[in-house]
């Protein structure tokens, strides 16, 4: 009875369906089933694709996925239909936008075999990212979705980018985020830091008296586009471990010199 349970709640829910297929039986029994973060990435689906919520929706979709591939002779022997639309999530990487490329992806998507069952089934197409593509940008591919009906055109594939976590930059819009680590003396006199990103280095200038916090702005140093996003970058100053006789000998001579009270109102403090 138990497995009777678990195979409706899957069943009655075509994105959890679509999850069960692929990810089995991978977590613990009596638990609800909750597919992990991005499991319907690489999956390919039809109609209106993986986010509509209502069990009407859920029915629709099967209903257009498998009822209307076995109906034969509806209508005039003349009748067309455009196929459907499918739509899948495809994750690039960063670079991928800065430089342009051509990605071999790996879709699943929910066929039905000669007994009218639904089987999932892989395919591999070769597409183009085009320079600058965003996260949320979504790339058609002509004629990849359902076949029409009647001699109708095929629909198309509609493909939502998103991107893989960067190891230093954040991604919104078409603008970059990074953090800035810099020395204190660093930000206390100013100065030239390279910065290493997809389409190469530059130089940026960080000006004195600089604050952990300050964000700077590099104008057209974002994802490239018309016009190209901004850098921005958040400082972050980081002080060197008093761990040495020697490194705790300069910071006692900084106290005693600067006299600094960092809690102070900024208009008292001395430096």
């Known amino acids: 009875m138990q497995e009777?349970?678990?195979?409706n709640t899957v069943l009655s829910d075509a994105e959890?369906?679509?999850?069960y297929d692929q990810l089995g039986r991978g977590y613990q029994s009596?638990?609800?089933?909750?597919?992990?973060?991005d499991w319907d990435s690489g999956f390919e689906f039809s109609g209106r694709g993986a986010r509509s919520q209502s069990a009407e929706d859920f029915s629709d979709f099967f209903s257009q996925m498998f009822g209307n591939m076995g109906r034969r002779g509806f209508g005039s022997d003349n009748t067309q239909m455009r196929g459907e639309d499918h739509h899948a999530k495809v994750v690039l990487d960063i670079e991928d936008s800065f430089n342009g490329a051509t990605k071999q992806i790996s879709l699943r998507s929910v066929t039905t075999d000669d007994r009218g069952r639904?089987?999932?089934?892989?395919?591999?197409?070769?597409?183009?990212?085009?320079?600058?593509?965003?996260e949320g940008q979504t790339i058609r591919l002509a004629g990849q979705g359902s076949a029409g009906f009647g001699g109708a055109a095929a629909g198309d594939l509609l493909l939502e980018v998103q991107f893989h976590p960067h190891d230093k930059l954040r991604v919104s819009g078409r603008d970059l985020h990074m953090t800035l680590r810099v020395a204190p003396w660093e930000a206390?006199?100013?100065?030239?830091?390279p910065i290493q990103l997809p389409s190469?280095?530059?130089k940026v200038r960080v000006p004195a008296n600089a604050q952990s916090g300050q964000q700077l702005r590099v104008r057209g140093k974002g994802l490239p586009s018309t016009p190209p996003g901004d850098l921005l970058l958040d400082i972050q100053v980081v002080l060197p471990p008093a761990n040495t006789p020697e490194a705790r000998e300069m910071y006692e001579s900084m106290s005693r010199a600067l006299a600094f009270n960092p809690r102070a109102e900024p208009e008292t403090q001395q430096v």
């Open 4 to 7: 009777i349970n678990e195979a």
């Open 16 to 19: 959890k369906r679509a999850a």
């Open 30 to 37: 009596g638990q609800d089933f909750q597919p992990p973060p």
């Open 118 to 134: 639904p089987v999932v089934t892989p395919r591999t197409l070769n597409v183009k990212i085009p320079l600058g593509v965003t």
């Open 188 to 193: 206390a006199l100013g100065c030239v830091l």
């Open 200 to 202: 190469g280095e530059i």
